[in-house]
Each structure stands twice: as C-alpha cells, then as structure tokens.
C-alpha cells in the first residue's frame, strides 16, 4: 500500500509520521520550508503530561536536553499572594503534574532528529503543494519547487499551520473570531524570586504593567515574560517593550537586576474552527483544524493530541482496513472535544477580562479567576484537562458486566505500574501508541511471586484464551493496583491510552464485544462466529 503523505513538518506533522512509524506506517513528509528552524527564544511551548509522555515515545530529547519542569504555580493579584502551587513529585502529597516548557524551534529540532533516526519516514524539503486529487484507492497530490513532482499516497493528513493549503484545496471553511488576545513577549537571562516556578501576576502596581504579565521559566536561567496587551492598543515600540521589561523586573525584585535580552515578540490569538477534519482520504490535524491559546490553553497540545489519536485509526486502515466508522471518530472525538476547550475559553474571556454581564458568574472574587486562569496554564478543568472521548462512536453501551473504576470510560488511564508477560514491568504509557489493545488485568501480589506462577494460575489462562480470540491485536498486562479497581478487574484501554471499559473479572464475550466496537466494529469475517466466544465462554471466570 501507498504511504501516509503528510503535509507540513511542524511539530504536528512530524509527531504525526513518527507516531505512524512506530506502528509500521511508512509516511511522506513534505516540508514546505528548508527542513530546519530558526531559533526563536521567546516562541516557546508547554507540554502537559500526557503531550510531553507522547514526545517522549517518539524519540525526541529535546524535553531532557532543553525543557524545563516546573516546580509551583504562582498566582498574584496586586501585591498578595492569592494561589500557590506545588507541582511534579512531593513526597507525602499528591500535585498536579508539573507542565514541561521548552522552545518550539528545540522541540522541533528534537523531532527531526528522531524522524532522521526513522527509516519509515521520507522527509522532501521545498514541497509546497497545488494540487490535492482523490479516489477510492488514495490521494494523489502535486508539490511545486526545485523538486517539483506527484506524490501518491493511501491517505493525507493536512498539518500545514493556520493558513493551510490543504484546508484550501478541500474546501473547507475555518469560522471564528480573530485577535481574541494579543501579547507583548520578550525572552531573557535573569535571576529572578521564583527559581523554576512559574508566575501569573494580574493587575501589577507598576505603571507599565498592564493587566496581566506571566513570567515561565527555562533552562540556564532564561525566562518567558508576556504582557496582555488591549485588543486594539497601539503597536508595542522597542522602546516601550523595554520598559515593560525594566518596571516589571523591579516590580519583582525590588530593583532592575542585570538581564540579558535575548528575543522580543508581539502575537496575536484567534479562535478558529473547521468545519470538517475529514474529507475523503484526507485529513487536516493541529493549527490546520484549530485555532486556540487564550487564557493559558495551548493549541499544540491539542495538535498533538490530534497526532496520537489519527495515527492508530490510520495503522489500522493501513495495516488491516477500517470501518468509515473508525476514521470518521477522528473528527468526532477530536473536533468535539476541540470546540468544547474553545467555548469554555470563549465563556470565560468576558468574566475574566472585565466584560460586563457575566461577570457575575464567578462570585466576584479574585481567587475564582485566578483558579479559572490556572487551569488553562496547568491543564486542569475545562480550559487544560486532557480531553474525554465519552460520547465516541468508539464507545460501547453500559452493560451489567462493566465496573466502576477511578477512570471514566473515554478518559485517560492513570499511568500506573504494569507488568508484562515476558517478566517486564514498565509504565502503562511506555506500552501506549503501539497500534493495538491494551488488556489489563488488577492482580495484587503478582509483584513478589515468580511469573511462571502466576502466568498459569488463577484468572490467567482464561483471560489469555479471550485475549487471543479478540478481533484485534492486543497486549495482555498486568498491574498490582489501579485506582478505584478491586482485585481481579480487566481493562480494555485504546492505543491512544483512553480507557474503553473495566469489567469485574474475566468476561470473554463483553471484552470481544468491546474490543469490537473500540476498533469501529467490521470484524474480520473469516474469523466469523468462530473467533467470537460462545455462550458458554460468557460466564464470568472463577476468580477464587
């Protein structure tokens, strides 16, 4: 079969052909630019947990070599300390994971890197396409430039940024509101109060202040500073920049210390939507599908997000086929959960920004709007909050069989502790983006008995048969605990880490059923009612 043609080699498009590659998806990346970045210290990114595990797989070590971790969360109002908090591991608690914070040109690099690394992966610089055909069979497209030529691919996916070509090329519409916030950023070498901790400061005393300046640390003791500036204020000066940075620094630290400028900037958010993600055999991911940033969201995460969730539909259609229900659930599960991040930012805006009427909402108390704002920089609640899938296509329907565990059915698992059959015990999301299944069974003790012993004993030789005789490729692991889990519970969990359902012990026919309808449904025929279990084999296992 035809590759995967993926266009533009963003850290969207490059995520995206390493994340097929590690499932045995050979990819085209068409770089419109030179295949390099320029480095730009003040265009900087935040990972959340979930993006920054998902870099990790793929092979970049741009997080380690040149990402920071932060240690707390500061929220100021005026003079007052209104929010302080810990983040990362802290022994006798339990803090919000700590955001990863690097640049973009570093985590670029890092994935090139990897993609250089990945014999899967054609990388074409200078490849700007003009002509996007389809058919039953593929897509075929036409890229201008020095090497200038058509392209024939199984399925395309548009990663090519805001003003994307190949949104053009389909037709499709990209509605919103433009210059929802604009930014004033400047990145600089300094000694600041707050080592490692990130800072929100709403209405500083200082004159230059404005509303709202954040400061976000990196590594060698750089920092990020940006200033909410007024939608439609005057354009920001070098000289007026200089000032903001000079009153702000003292604001901090009781004078100007000496700093080192190192980039300036001024950005401009808007919130966008399109219309449709899928068109055929072409799909559009990251800034191509969505626009989004204000209050602290970050929209490459949510581009990632998109990567991770296409890549196993597309090995699957790749590898085996796929029901159009499969490929369909990209855009249900993506855009859905895209347009919800986008009007929980859109309804806060107002109430955070000092619009009249609904300001009310939130009992006018600063601590409120600051927890709303924290959110969105830490990836908590409805602005930051890795997305749920519970209403997929992919989901199955509640049945008595089913369990009640710590996750929800379509959220993330909880990265827990797992052992594998050959004896290996390794996070839960080291064996995510694989392509297939996860089936995991709660079994406390496993941890200090022989694995030859378990392997064979109890709820395992039953669990492995129904295992086998799912209608797709699955992994069966094993952990000592889960949250919320009592002993002897079953999960099935996607390839993207959303948890599909729990059962209370082993139910062959219940967890066929589910795997079916995670996989969009289409079960291989030849198998027919062979492979699926008989009524006998619906009985739940003695787990005694």
């Avoid at 983006?433 to 022989?450: E, F, K, Q, R, S």
């Amino acid at each position: 079969m035809d590759p995967v043609i993926v266009v533009g080699a963003g850290p969207v498009g490059l995520a995206l052909s390493l994340a097929l590659a590690a499932q045995g998806v050979p990819s085209v990346l068409l770089d419109e630019g030179p295949g390099s970045d320029e480095p730009r210290p003040a265009r900087t990114v935040v990972l959340r947990e979930d993006t920054a595990d998902l870099v990790a797989r793929l092979g970049c070590s741009a997080l380690h070599d040149e990402g920071l971790r932060w240690t707390g969360w500061r929220s100021v109002r005026r003079k007052q300390l209104v929010r302080a908090v810990p983040l990362g591991e802290e022994e006798g608690t339990v803090p919000l994971p700590s955001p990863v914070h690097l640049p973009q040109h570093a985590l670029a690099g890092g994935l090139r890197a990897a993609v250089a690394a990945q014999d899967l992966v054609t990388m074409v610089p200078f490849s700007r396409i003009d002509t996007l055909e389809q058919d039953q069979h593929g897509v075929t497209v036409h890229t201008r430039g020095p090497g200038s030529t058509w392209w024939r691919g199984s399925y395309l996916v548009g990663c090519d940024g805001a003003r994307s070509t190949v949104r053009k090329l389909l037709d499709i519409r990209f509605p919103g509101r433009t210059a929802v916030e604009r930014h004033a950023v400047a990145a600089l070498r300094a000694e600041l109060p707050w080592p490692g901790e990130a800072v929100l400061h709403r209405s500083p005393p200082w004159r230059s202040g404005g509303s709202e300046v954040t400061a976000r640390p990196l590594p060698d003791g750089v920092w990020r500073l940006d200033w909410l500036l007024p939608p439609r204020g005057e354009l920001v000066t070098p000289d007026a920049l200089i000032t903001r940075i000079r009153d702000t620094l003292a604001g901090w630290c009781g004078e100007t210390p000496p700093y080192e400028l190192l980039d300036t900037g001024v950005y401009t958010l808007h919130h966008r939507l399109a219309r449709r993600w899928r068109s055929g055999r072409a799909f559009l991911a990251g800034d191509a599908a969505h626009l989004l940033g204000a209050l602290g969201t970050q929209g490459l995460d949510e581009g990632l997000r998109d990567a991770e969730n296409l890549a196993w539909k597309l090995a699957q259609a790749w590898h085996q086929s796929a029901s159009e229900l499969l490929l369909d659930s990209y855009q249900a599960e993506r855009r859905a959960a895209v347009a919800s991040r986008l009007r929980a930012a859109d309804q806060s805006l107002p109430i955070l920004r000092g619009g009249a009427g609904l300001r009310t909402l939130v009992s006018g108390a600063a601590r409120g709007h600051d927890t709303l704002l924290a959110d969105g920089h830490l990836g908590c609640g409805p602005l930051g909050a890795p997305p749920s899938y519970t209403h997929s296509p992919l989901s199955p329907q509640r049945a008595e069989a089913h369990a009640t565990v710590g996750t929800a059915p379509g959220t993330p698992v909880t990265d827990v502790r797992v052992t594998a059959p050959d004896g290996k015990t390794v996070r839960l999301r080291d064996r995510l983006g694989l392509g297939h299944l996860l089936v995991i069974l709660v079994a406390p003790g496993t941890g200090v008995w022989d694995r030859r012993h378990w392997l064979t004993a109890g709820v395992m030789p039953r669990l492995v048969d129904a295992v086998d005789a799912l209608p797709a490729k699955a992994e069966l692991l094993v952990t000592e605990s889960y949250p919320g889990a009592t002993a002897h519970t079953v999960l099935l969990v996607r390839p993207d880490g959303h948890l599909v359902a729990a059962f209370s012990g082993v139910r062959p026919a219940e967890l066929f059923a589910a795997a079916d309808t995670a996989r969009g449904g289409g079960a291989d025929d030849a198998r027919g009612d062979e492979a699926r279990p008989t009524a006998d084999s619906d009985r739940t296992a003695d787990v005694n």
